[in-house]
């Protein structure tokens, strides 16, 4: 059995309250108790048990998911993700809470992290478009002691923060290798649809559909993409111009995570059962769309696994122990109307 802090007592000759004290890193030790201490847990091969510990003092641990104001379908299944790990976790002294902000202002989201107490929050999973202001103000969090979680959509060079989510580079490869087969050798233009460019999983996305469509399908043409901002009514102009101006496109790739408005923008200028269309994320009107084939097919991420793995980093690394790799890795689903 794993040594107890009775048996590490027992081994370094002195009392349990001294161990405590040791452990903890409380006053009043003296540098032979602490050497002593230090000795025998390497000899006995102790363990400190964080989770343990914080049981025994009835700690609650204090989570918090930043979440974009705006947001279609998808968004509303994450916050009811996050609402109903808030109630299963509850009796397990852990305490999950969401603020919804404006992440297009990074100026704005940036002041908010900053203000974060390390003594109200343990941990919080941010998703956010990537901008210096946003990955600063997440690093100075580390800094201070609240663990981070890049959830869904990262920061470029800010490897201290742990990130959940699929490998977008990947994701937005296999998007161009649907396409390009589902086309076969007709040749084309491809329409490519994003809420934004400045969000790191576009970028990723983005450099992934195109490293497959150039390298392997050279009879299709992927044009400019086409950045809504979220807006219907800015969609719906924009992707009527390139649809009238674009006679000969062949398929279409919405590569953010809300789909419905961009295909309603399609369905006003032409049928989009004459065209190939890939989107991402499972929602209500995804699945819809796909089973009446308005799209062919979606490249999704299950939202439920993708909180809960967030929540097990941040409660892992408070702990201080080793994440389980596997348990972790959101994987990407390909969803056609026949597998639905």
Do not use: C, W
């Not at 001294?18 to 030790?29: A, C, E, K, M, Q």
């Not at 210096?132 to 997440?138: N, T, Y």
């Not at 004459?274 to 299950?302: S, Y």
Request: glycine content about 4%; charged content about 25%; overall charge neutral.
């Amino acid at each position: 059995m794993r040594p107890t802090a009775k048996d590490l007592a027992e081994a370094a000759g002195v009392s349990l309250a001294t161990v405590d004290r040791v452990l903890n890193d409380r006053p009043n030790v003296s540098e032979k108790a602490a050497r002593l201490v230090n000795e025998a847990i390497g000899r006995i091969g102790f363990v400190r048990n964080p989770a343990a510990v914080n049981l025994a003092r009835n700690r609650t641990y204090r989570f918090r998911f930043v979440l974009p104001l705006a947001g279609d379908q998808y968004l509303q299944e994450l916050m009811a993700q996050v609402a109903e790990a808030r109630e299963a976790l509850h009796g397990d002294l852990t305490d999950i809470d969401v603020a919804q902000l404006p992440v297009s202002d990074p100026h704005a989201l940036a002041k908010y992290l900053s203000a974060l107490d390390p003594e109200q929050v343990d941990g919080v999973a941010i998703m956010a478009p990537e901008s210096p202001q946003v990955r600063d103000a997440m690093a100075r969090l580390i800094e201070r002691g609240i663990k981070v979680v890049q959830f869904l959509s990262g920061q470029e060079k800010l490897p201290t923060a742990d990130f959940v989510g699929v490998d977008n580079f990947a994701a937005g490869a296999t998007a161009g290798k649907i396409v390009g087969r589902f086309l076969g050798n007709r040749t084309g233009k491809i329409m490519v649809v994003a809420d934004t460019m400045m969000a790191q999983d576009s970028i990723e996305r983005r450099l992934g559909f195109d490293s497959i469509v150039n390298q392997q399908f050279p009879n299709l043409v992927s044009l400019p993409s086409l950045e809504t901002y979220g807006d219907e009514r800015r969609a719906r102009l924009v992707i009527r111009r390139l649809l009238e101006n674009h006679p000969d496109v062949r398929a279409v790739y919405v590569l953010s995570s809300e789909a419905r408005v961009p295909l309603i923008a399609i369905e006003e200028v032409q049928d989009p059962r004459a065209l190939t269309i890939v989107v991402h994320e499972r929602t209500p009107f995804n699945e819809g769309a796909l089973k009446d084939d308005r799209i062919d097919a979606i490249i999704a991420q299950d939202p439920s696994h993708a909180v809960r793995s967030a929540i097990r980093i941040m409660r892992a690394r408070l702990e201080q122990r080793e994440l389980i790799a596997s348990q972790e890795k959101i994987r990407i689903e390909v969803l056609l109307k026949e597998n639905l």
